[in-house]
């Protein structure tokens, strides 16, 4: 379904304008908006995808397989929270739809039929999907997840360049430091099947991009292919961080939770000595950015609160307790707020991104990972805040 609203786009642009932001609650409230928000993505799609985004200019998009994959891990874990065992149904469905989405080759396609009836795999998007189908594996214990996961896994293998990169079947036939993340999702086969196959695939690709981080803690070859800029988004600044990060835990690796903490640590002191975290940044952590990527924000909180409970390091809970307050106020809540953006995250902000330098993540849109992080990260604040009672 599409729908042009020029009354809305006009609306959230104004407000962005005049910075207003939205009111506060407790995490319930925002995590209870931001997963309604994402059951309707989910039911505006008729295949059990989770749509793409909610655009202000052409309405909600078809569903997104990259980031169904990893939505379903939200859903599980928001379900266990809340109690909440319909959700938990919704992610098996996203599993199902994943499965009905895979190529002959192994991996995911790139984009459902509707989009484009000869899409490919993609190395990055399949190991996105492996997050989610490892997990409902270890739910449900029905095979048809297992084998799907396997076969995935060894189409990633089966091109893994000799130095652990990934080349063939990459977003613009590049190299990217954020396959980390594809690492990550490999190693989770690894812990289902206990194949020694994926654990030193996955290792092999960890120790390649590790070569990548200069010793500020940036990381080269980490950023998107053009139109985007030439130097990376918070967002793919942290899809490296979370592969060593999670990986690192996984492995009980200090190596790779120490790289994710020298990544981290740089935006951490820097937002907190500002009010903005700049959208992108350079090899010297500078950046002359006057927007900020909502999605990166919610995945640099989640990593500071992860790096906060291996590290006790005040300075990553500083950091997240802030960013969250933030991003909670740029989450539309009550009754009186527009159904299609009612809970949802948006790409940019303000919305319309740094329109002096034409620049900006994906603009005029609520995205269904900027919601997915930002639940993510709420979920593991209230661990924190459990655990100092």
């Avoid at 985007?228 to 918070?234: E, G, I, R, S």
């Avoid at 500083?318 to 539309?332: D, H, V």
Wanted: net charge positive; aromatic share 12%; proline share 3%.
């Amino acid at each position: 379904m599409k729908v042009f609203s020029l009354t809305l786009l006009g609306f959230e642009c104004f407000r962005d304008l005049l910075k207003c932001k939205y009111p506060v609650y407790s995490n319930e409230v925002h995590i209870k908006a931001g997963i309604d928000w994402l059951c309707r993505a989910q039911n505006i799609s008729d295949d059990n995808g989770v749509s793409a985004w909610f655009s202000l200019v052409n309405g909600w998009q078809p569903s997104y397989i990259e980031t169904t994959g990893y939505i379903i891990n939200t859903f599980l874990d928001v379900s266990k929270k809340m109690n909440q065992p319909e959700l938990k149904k919704r992610a098996i469905k996203m599993a199902d739809f994943l499965i009905l989405m895979q190529h002959e080759l192994g991996g995911y396609r790139t984009a459902v039929p509707s989009r484009g009836a000869k899409s490919v795999p993609t190395v990055f998007n399949t190991g996105q999907d492996l997050l989610g189908l490892t997990d409902v594996y270890t739910l449900t214990k029905n095979r048809k997840y297992l084998h799907s996961a396997t076969r995935a896994a060894d189409f990633l293998l089966s091109i893994q360049e000799s130095d652990g990169s990934w080349l063939k079947y990459t977003y613009g036939m590049m190299k990217h430091t954020y396959h980390t993340r594809v690492a990550w999702g490999i190693l989770k086969v690894w812990q289902i099947s206990g194949k020694k196959k994926y654990l030193n695939a996955a290792k092999k690709n960890l120790s390649w991009a590790e070569k990548q981080q200069q010793k500020n803690g940036w990381f080269t070859q980490n950023h998107l292919p053009l139109p985007n800029p030439k130097v990376p988004y918070t967002h793919t600044i942290a899809y490296a961080i979370e592969g060593f990060l999670w990986s690192g835990l996984i492995l009980k690796n200090q190596k790779y939770l120490d790289i994710a903490a020298k990544g981290a640590l740089p935006l951490a002191n820097y937002y907190l000595c500002h009010d903005l975290l700049p959208g992108t940044f350079d090899q010297d952590w500078k950046s002359r950015d006057e927007y900020t990527c909502l999605t990166g924000d919610a995945q640099m909180a989640l990593i500071w609160l992860e790096l906060y409970k291996v590290t006790h390091k005040v300075t990553f809970l500083e950091a997240a307790q802030k960013m969250l307050l933030f991003l909670k106020s740029t989450q539309p809540t009550g009754s009186t707020v527009h159904l299609d953006i009612r809970g949802g995250i948006k790409g940019s902000l303000p919305i319309f991104g740094d329109i002096l330098h034409n620049s900006g993540y994906c603009r005029l849109a609520y995205l269904n990972w900027s919601t997915k992080f930002f639940l993510d990260a709420l979920l593991v604040e209230d661990q924190i805040i459990k655990l100092q009672k």
